[in-house]
Every structure is written in structure tokens, then in C-alpha cells.
């Protein structure tokens, strides 16, 4: 199953933003997280979801959709800015601030798939940039006195308890006040997979998937004996990802 592309909607009237994503749900490929009616509320999504595109409006109160564009330069993860605009003479500023496409309102379904085929492509190729550079990147917890650093393929699974996200390699748990989805954030790109809406999942340590009730299934990894939920809504995704 492709990873989706996490999209961020920007405009201050509401049937605008309703009938792009009305649009961009026809992808099956296409993830909307969040949307926003302002510059200024934009900014703050972008920052807390980091998508991978925004599609931002240009005229807006306060701050406009190039003086957001302008912001982003200072953010470590810039998403890949789209104009969708009623006005056509912003096109030559849109593009000095780095915008990948520019479109006109109301939106031509060609014109739209032409922009996602543009997105995709720059995307693979950031892919393969990425895959190209070796990462050393681990996973920091907190462990008594000290922090230790986990390797991602170290890690079983993950599962969130009272107020606690729990963290189990093979032989040890680890602790963390970080809630599930900043974990599930930064482990992405490594095989980890929601299987419940408290637990996620190392797919390598997978080493069986049984039967349990009502379409439900449980699951067992490499190294311990714990059966892990997986919500009857998740299986044919697992299985999707699991198998040849």
C-alpha cells in the first residue's frame, strides 16, 4: 500500500476549501490532514502536521498566502506550495516564493491532475534522493538517569497505556511521555503500521496474523510472546502490506 500524500487546504472561504477537497479525495493516493481559513491558522497546521503539499489561497486577511509561502523558508520540512487562486496577475510573485503550480479558481479537474502528476514526480524524486543518503537516525528515551538511543528495527511495537506510549524491543520497554501520533510521526518511513488505535507496529518483527472475533485478528512478533490487537478496520491494509 503507497504511502500517502499528506495535504493541507488554506483558504478563507469555506465552499472553496469544501470543493477542493472534494477534488483531491477522487486520489486514492491523496491524504487531507487539515485545513485551514486563514494564513495565520494555516501556519500553525503546517507546522504541526507537516504535509507533504499545501494547496493556500493568495488573498486573505492578515496574512496572505505569499506572505505564508514567505514563512515556510524558515521551517526545517517545507511542504510543496500550490496556489489556487481566483486571480491570475499573482502568478509571477507566486513563483518567486517558489511555488510548484498555480490554479485558477474554479478549478479545472485536468488542470488539477496535471498539478498531482507534478507533485508525484517531485516527491519520487526527493524519495530517491533520500534512499541515496544512509541515515543514522534514531529513536531518543528517556531510561532511568539516562537517554537511550533505540534503532527503529530494534523496536516490536509500540502501544499507548493511561498516559504513557510503551516501547518494547525484543527483551526490554521503554516509556514515553510522547503520544502515539508524534511516534507514529517520527518513525515514519520505517515499516511501522497502525493496527489499532493504541498500537503500532514494527511489519519485519510480523511473524503471525490469527483469527480472534468478529473480523478482528491478533498478532504475534519476533521475540515476544504478547498477542497484539489489530482492528477488523486495519486487516486488509495489514494484509496488503504483509504479503507477496
Known amino acids: 500500500m503507497k504511502i ?3 495535504t493541507v487546504v488554506i483558504d478563507d472561504e469555506p465552499y472553496s476549501r469544501d470543493e477542493l477537497k472534494f477534488l483531491l479525495e477522487r486520489y486514492g ?21 507537516e504535509p507533504d503539499v ?14 505564508l509561502a514567505a514563512a515556510l523558508k524558515n521551517l526545517k520540512k517545507t511542504p510543496f506550495i500550490i496556489f ?10 507566486a513563483f518567486r516564493v517558489d511555488a510548484l503550480d498555480y490554479l485558477l479558481k474554479p478549478f479545472n479537474e485536468e488542470e488539477l491532475d496535471e498539478t498531482m502528476k507534478r ?25 532511568e538517569r539516562s537517554i537511550v538511543y533505540l534503532s527503529p528495527s530494534d523496536i516490536t511495537y509500540l502501544f499507548r497505556e493511561d498516559r504513557e506510549t510503551i516501547i518494547c524491543t525484543v527483551d526490554r ?6 503520544p502515539m501520533k508524534d511516534l507514529e510521526e517520527k518513525l515514519r518511513g520505517y515499516p511501522f503500521f497502525r493496527t489499532h488505535k493504541s498500537y503500532l507496529v514494527n511489519l519485519d518483527k510480523v511473524e503471525q496474523l490469527i483469527p480472534w472475533f468478529n473480523g478482528a485478528y ?27
Open 29 to 49: 493516493d491523496v491524504e487531507v490532514i487539515g485545513e485551514a481559513d486563514s494564513g495565520e491558522k494555516g501556519l500553525e497546521v503546517i507546522i504541526t502536521k
Open 84 to 93: 489556487a487562486t481566483a486571480y491570475p496577475n499573482y502568478a509571477a510573485k
Open 4 to 6: 500517502p500524500i499528506r
Open 119 to 143: 507533485v508525484k514526480e517531485r516527491l519520487n524524486k526527493n524519495k530517491v534522493v533520500e534512499k541515496s543518503e544512509p541515515t543514522i537516525a534514531k529513536l531518543a528515551v528517556e531510561d
Open 173 to 178: 520497554k521503554f516509556y514515553s511521555k510522547l
Open 218 to 244: 491478533q498478532l504475534k512478533v519476533a521475540g515476544r510472546k504478547d498477542e497484539i490487537p489489530v482492528s477488523r478496520n486495519y486487516v486488509k491494509s495489514l494484509r496488503e502490506r504483509l504479503e507477496l
Open 54 to 67: 499545501i494547496f493556500v489561497d493568495i488573498e486573505m486577511s492578515q496574512m496572505s498566502g505569499l506572505d
